[in-house]
């Protein structure tokens, strides 16, 4: 993939259209000044700003390796929004992420992904399957598929969860090895027969220099709060800061052979 179609696009938030309450963070449905309508995550919410990482890191490479996720853009919002909402705890989340957020396209008419009675085939289901596992991601299991349905096409979202590692974490990788457990409630799991086939593929599509793009479009700002809120150590230097999630992943798929396995025996 050209590095160029991974930079995000910056908008403003105009206005606050409705709150969508199914997520623990309680993103919102928001119009921008691009006349674009978007689902804004809350750089203060309760998961705080590494889940913004997240979505534009796991979501920047689920977008190198060709699975659909709708567009990831950089939001501006202005936090005297607030004042035009009756509910207090929507005028305290949109206070506490006065500045710089991140959104998602709205996809209108979609619909939530149900395995009962949606299809999608093994190729894409091996693909998202190793995709999670590479990400580490544990928020795509029946309870909660993090995918929607949208003209008869699958789109993933919402992985803030992803990047387990990072939520206590100095920069250095400790074991990149390591199979990720959560892999064997995935939702595609079943359908994921051809994993051991389109690993060299995929992984190829990773290399570091689509990584180093991709931790280029993650804010200075995000990355300076999140070093704040642990005390990062190394990590207090931004570029060294992104240079650790770059290493991270250059480590995982090179010893990516034990975490696949992982989750090839857990799907057998």
Known sequence: MDTETLKLRSVLVERYVTPLREGGSMPAIVEADDLGTYVLKFRGAGQGVRALMAEIISGGMARALGLPVPEIVLMQLNGDLSRTESDPEIQDLIRASDGLNVGLDYLPGAINFDPAVDVVDSDFASRLVWFDTLVSNVDRTARNTNMLMCKKQPWLIDHGASLTFHHAWNGTVADPAKPFAPSSEHVLLPLASHLAEVDAELAALLHPEVLTAIL????????????????????????????????????????RGRWLQGVIDARA
């Open 216 to 255: 280029a479009e993650v804010p200075d700002c995000f990355l300076e709060q999140a070093a704040a809120d642990k005390d990062g150590g190394a990590l207090n230097n931004v570029q060294a800061h992104r240079g650790a999630y770059v290493n991270y992943f250059v480590a995982r798929l090179a010893e």
